[in-house]
């Protein structure tokens, strides 16, 4: 099991922020984190997702 | 199952026993200040104390039951005295550098939590080999938190927790922000403590700010302390070409304070929850020290 950087964005867009937008980085053992709703986080090892960073989720395959 | 075999005696809602108003007006009146003597007394009068005494007895058994260990009345007192006062000590001290949870156990009601935030990273150097030497700043510390959370049996408690900040590149970008170490209860966010910010590049023959300590937050909790993370300094120039002091990344207790001297020196990574350090010349600075939760109940 590899500890690696996440980067947790909004998949719901806030009074302040848009959806994609990354409001955290945090550290796990693997992806099953409990985060709450309108939240998820993707793996970022190569940090390329600080705080502040937009993430755009690629689009869903058919 | 460990059993208690303390049970509460004239329990039922329709026990022969007095109100408590007739029971303490009784007591008050001085009639039951020295107990029955010879003679008649009343069943209710009776059944009063041994409701109110059985009952207690057998919460204390229950308690040493929930943790394991049975709960009788052929146990001598120093037997049963040793079971409550471990049931009732502190069972576990746990430490986290990673996201997880855990359900409360029965029997805990409060847990005690310290989180810090993760350390920002340092800045860079400036410039280019030849220009004059250029001293990042430092990284901020993450912020700290100890706090009694109010809890239940079943309740589940979980955590994410604060990445530290990317180390800042020459030309590219500062220091990053530590991430927030985060509580949660059932899903809500309980206790934040935020990271630290990125120390700033410098550029050749100047210096870069620190960034400051991470805040903290608290939505829900009996009695907390809270501390707001150590700033990282200021880079520092010696002038020319020579040599350069990177900013110190802020200290969060218990890791010290780093910093890296020279005319192309990368800055030193945070301890836990520490800002890096900030580099020189052409070199990156450090990056932040994660952060971490410790729970004890």
New interface residues.
């Given amino acids: 099991m590899t ?1 690696e ?2 980067a ?1 964005y909004l998949t719901v867009s806030t009074s302040d922020h848009p959806v994609g937008y990354v409001v ?6 693997g992806p099953d ?5 309108g939240q998820a986080a993707i793996a970022d090892p190569d ?1 390329a997702y ?3 960073a937009t993430y755009v989720a690629p689009p869903a395959s058919s | 199952m460990a059993n208690n075999t303390f049970i509460p005696f004239a329990s039922g809602s329709t026990a022969n026993v007095l109100s408590d108003s007739d029971y303490a007006a009784a007591i008050a009146s001085g009639d039951l200040t020295t107990g029955f003597v010879q003679g008649l007394a009343k069943s209710a009068e009776v059944n009063k104390p041994i409701r109110q005494s059985t009952l207690m007895a057998a919460v204390l058994g229950q308690i040493i039951a929930d943790n394991g260990t049975d709960a009788a009345d052929s146990m001598t007192v120093a037997a049963l005295e040793s079971a409550l006062l471990v049931a009732l000590s502190p069972r576990s001290i746990t430490q986290s550098n990673t996201a997880g949870n855990f359900t409360v156990p029965s029997g805990i009601y409060r847990i005690r939590m310290r989180i810090r935030g993760g350390g920002a990273g340092g800045g860079a150097g400036g410039g280019s080999s030849g220009e004059n030497i250029g001293a990042g700043g430092g990284g901020g510390a993450g912020g700290y938190l100890e706090i009694m959370v109010p809890v239940a049996p079943g309740n589940s408690v979980s955590w994410v927790i604060g990445a530290g900040g990317s180390a800042g590149v020459n030309g590219g970008a500062s220091g990053g922000q530590g991430g927030d170490t985060i509580l949660y209860v059932n899903s809500t966010e309980v206790a934040r403590a935020r990271g630290g910010y990125g120390g700033i590049n410098s550029t050749a023959g100047a210096v870069g700010q620190g960034g400051s300590g991470g805040g903290v937050a608290v939505t829900y909790s009996t009695g907390y302390l809270e501390y707001v993370g150590a700033g990282g300094s200021y880079g520092i120039s010696f002038g020319g070409t020579g040599s350069g002091q990177g900013g110190f990344g802020g200290a969060s207790f218990g890791f010290g304070l780093g910093t890296s001297t020279g005319p192309n020196s990368v800055g030193q990574n945070g301890g836990i929850g520490s800002g890096g350090s900030g580099g020189t010349g052409t070199s990156s600075g450090g990056s932040g020290g994660n952060g971490e939760l410790i729970y004890d109940y």
Avoid: E, F, M
């Fill in positions: 500890i950087v996440y947790v955290n980085n945090i550290i796990s053992d984190i409990d985060l709450p709703a940090r600080p705080i502040g």
